[in-house]
């Protein structure tokens, strides 16, 4: 019934900028840590970025400097602020939180991945 849909993603040269969002959906009581993984071909899922709902922030260091993660707790929705991409930042990427719904249990989701393809 929850559900985190991604979109945002597509092709960008390197140097370049892109903008993530994912919004949550359903009957939500609240969401907690919100974050950001991705995955490249024949490689791990990597965490890239977390946030509270307070609004700390965490960065993998491959990313810090670069990246930034945000919320609107409004909007049920985490953005991921991708600049100066790298040719080494193509992968899918993740959404995840961490959603209590009203007649339900905390638990954590995951969107669909968006692809994300840094190349000149």
């Known amino acids: 019934q929850v559900q985190l849909v991604e979109s945002g993603g597509g092709l960008v040269q390197p140097g370049g900028s892109l903008r993530l969002s994912c919004a949550a959906s359903?009957?939500?009581?609240?969401?907690?840590?919100m974050g950001w993984y991705r995955q490249a071909p024949g490689k791990q899922r990597e965490l890239v970025a977390t946030i509270t709902r307070g609004g700390s922030t965490n960065y993998a260091r491959s990313v810090k400097g670069r990246f930034t993660i945000s919320r609107d707790n409004a909007k049920n929705t985490v953005y991921l602020q991708m600049n100066m991409l790298k040719p080494e930042d193509t992968a899918v990427y993740y959404c995840?939180?961490?959603?209590?719904?009203?007649?339900?249990?905390?638990?954590?989701?995951w969107g669909q991945g968006t692809q994300v393809t840094v190349s000149s």
């Open positions: 359903g009957r939500i009581f609240s969401i907690n840590d």
């Open positions: 995840n939180a961490y959603i209590t719904g009203w007649v339900s249990t905390g638990q954590l989701y």
